[in-house]
């Protein structure tokens, strides 16, 4: 099978003509930072960070990026809370996954798997929070936003895999419940060339900040 080649100057050159329109009608607007900051890092999991699994993404600079984003968090003198998701099912014959099978290998996601484990490169802390989830968004049919609620969070740094899925429907998610967003570029993992380009182009003109990582660590190593 012939290997299908990605010209990323394409979508560039797309993108600039796009930007340009969207700014002259309002679009592309910047959200800022708020009060208090927390990470939502999005199914960086074993399953979608490693190879060999059908979830598997080109995900290795998305971990380091993450792994120096939460180092800058960690060492933080003003708190920022980090929360991990993994989207995985009981091995009861996947009664708690709905009809998302019918679309998607679910099946190969299993709670307690290696899979399922959040990549070791991330170093989760024990005071960090790990939950599994069952659709796209972290804050479908979970607990997330009366965490974040029940702390006075009012903006969220998102992070993880996919940029078409997972992180998307967060993101969007989060601006509806009132959250600012940002999303690092760099900590942006997928599987599908021209999925990472496209959605973060989209999520900044309509969604979220989408900032460069060294950004966003030079704006948390600012904090007192």
């Given at each position: 099978?012939?290997?299908?080649?990605?010209?990323?100057?394409?979508?560039?050159?797309?993108?600039?003509e796009a930007g340009r329109i969207y700014k002259e009608r309002g679009f592309q607007r910047r959200m800022g930072f708020g009060k208090k900051l927390a990470i939502i890092n999005v199914d960086l999991a074993n399953a979608w960070t490693r190879p060999g699994h059908p979830f598997s993404c080109d995900a290795d600079s998305a971990v380091e990026a993450t792994a120096r984003l939460l180092d800058a968090a960690r060492a933080c003198k003003q708190k920022?809370?980090?929360?991990?998701?993994?989207t995985a099912f009981n091995e009861n014959g996947?009664?708690?996954n709905?009809?998302?099978?019918?679309k998607i290998p679910l099946s190969t996601l299993h709670i307690g798997s290696e899979w399922a484990e959040i990549d070791s490169r991330l170093k989760?802390?024990?005071?960090?929070?790990?939950?599994y989830k069952k659709m796209a968004s972290c804050f479908a049919g979970t607990p997330l936003n009366y965490q974040l609620r029940s702390r006075d969070i009012d903006t969220v740094i998102v992070t993880g895999a996919t940029a078409c899925a997972c992180v998307r429907h967060t993101v969007m998610d989060a601006v509806a419940l009132g959250y600012k967003v940002i999303v690092p570029a760099e900590t942006i993992a997928d599987r599908i060339p021209g999925?990472?380009?496209w959605n973060l182009f989209d999520m900044d003109a309509k969604f979220a900040d989408v900032m460069p990582v060294d950004e966003v660590i030079a704006y948390i190593n600012s904090l007192k």
């Open positions: 099978m012939q290997e299908v080649q990605f010209d990323p100057k394409v979508l560039e050159a797309a993108f600039e920022i809370l980090i929360w991990f998701s993994c996947l009664e708690d709905g009809r998302w099978e019918e989760v802390q024990p005071n960090e929070t790990v939950f999925a990472i380009q």
